[in-house]
């Protein structure tokens, strides 16, 4: 397993607490976020990473995404994912599955919870049950970055390199300044290129 793709995809679990905790400053960094809409500044977060080509800006961008990816706007859904979190650090993941389930079921527009449940099937091997939660991710937001990187993995994983291939370059259409999925496209491309001559 390469390590851009399994970080990148299981990304989601691992800075939820850092993105809480980072919330506030968040609300200071875009001073416009009260007069707009969660999708706008989505749209405007995603042109800057698009256009910025210093990695470590686009990163911050990244991060901001990830924050706003992770707005729930319920009470409920946000103590089930801190159940889920801390039953994951617990390595509970029946558990955390169940209460993934439920944030699903109770909010099925919250990409969020596809994601971290597809993140938690990938990481037990079903990934079948991965993948769908992927496409559902991506149903709902096209641009996640981690869910294509999470699917990218799967394909290789399965030995259809072409199509990680194309989720890579999906990946970095998005957010080109990824070095880690800059390396793995071209390291991707190259075996791809040996296996044809």
């Not at 970080?7 to 905790?21: E, I, N, R, V």
């Not at 800057?48 to 686009?58: C, G, I, V």
Request: hydrophobic share 40%; glycine share 4%.
């Amino acid at each position: 397993m390469r390590f851009f793709m399994l970080t990148a995809f299981c990304l989601s679990l691992s800075l939820t607490g850092a993105l809480a905790q980072t919330a506030d400053k968040a609300s200071l960094d875009t001073s416009s976020s009260a007069f707009t809409t969660p999708a706008q500044r989505l749209d405007t977060l995603f042109s800057e990473l698009k256009r910025e080509s210093d990695p470590d800006k686009a990163r911050s961008i990244a991060d901001q995404i990830r924050r706003e990816w992770q707005e729930s706007g319920s009470a409920t859904i946000n103590l089930l994912i801190q159940w889920t979190d801390k039953a994951i650090s617990e390595e509970n993941n029946a558990a955390a599955l169940d209460f993934l389930d439920e944030a699903i079921r109770l909010k099925p527009d919250y990409v969020e919870g596809w994601n971290r449940r597809a993140t938690l099937h990938f990481k037990s091997g079903n990934y079948r049950k991965s993948m769908s939660d992927i496409n559902q991710v991506l149903r709902i937001e096209p641009r996640h970055f981690g869910a294509l990187a999470g699917m990218a993995a799967i394909m290789e994983q399965t030995g259809r390199d072409e199509m990680a291939l194309k989720a890579l370059e999906k990946v970095l259409d998005l957010y080109p300044a990824e070095r880690d999925a800059q390396k793995e496209l071209g390291d991707l491309a190259e075996k791809l290129t040996g296996q044809r001559t």
